[in-house]
């Protein structure tokens, strides 16, 4: 007597996911070290970065920093990563030379012109 085979089913494909753009950003206190960052946020944050700090004067303090970036960043697409982010992108702004800060106390950052 024969006995028929099931054949499995097989499971319909998921579709794939896009793969996330990667940048690779530096870090002023380890020079020649990248480290890999989502693309697309961090080019927003660079964006929003570049644009509230200022090119003359005094500069901003840490503080004031991140208070510009707070308001620059929605928090409802940020979260709690606004800071994180602002850190990352000051480093990588200052590593490769388009911000400066001035060593005096409190720090002050600014854009290189």
């Known amino acids: ?3 028929a085979k099931k054949t499995a089913k097989k499971a319909p494909a998921k ?3 896009p793969a996330k753009q990667i940048v690779q950003t530096l870090n002023i206190n ?3 070290k990248t480290y890999p960052r989502d693309a697309a946020k961090y080019e927003a944050a660079r964006k929003a970065f570049l644009k509230v700090l200022p090119a ?3 500069g901003v303090t840490q503080s004031e920093m991140m208070a510009l970036m707070k308001a620059a960043l ?3 697409a940020w979260g709690t990563t606004q800071g994180w ?3 990352t992108v000051q480093l990588d702004a200052e590593a490769r030379g388009e911000v400066i800060r001035d060593g005096g106390k409190p720090l002050r ?3 290189v012109k």
């Open 85 to 87: 982010w602002t850190k």
């Open 74 to 76: 929605p928090a409802s």
């Open 1 to 3: 007597m024969a006995v």
């Open 30 to 32: 380890a020079p020649g």
């Open 15 to 17: 579709a794939a996911k």
């Open 109 to 111: 950052w600014k854009r």
């Open 56 to 58: 003359k004067g005094p």
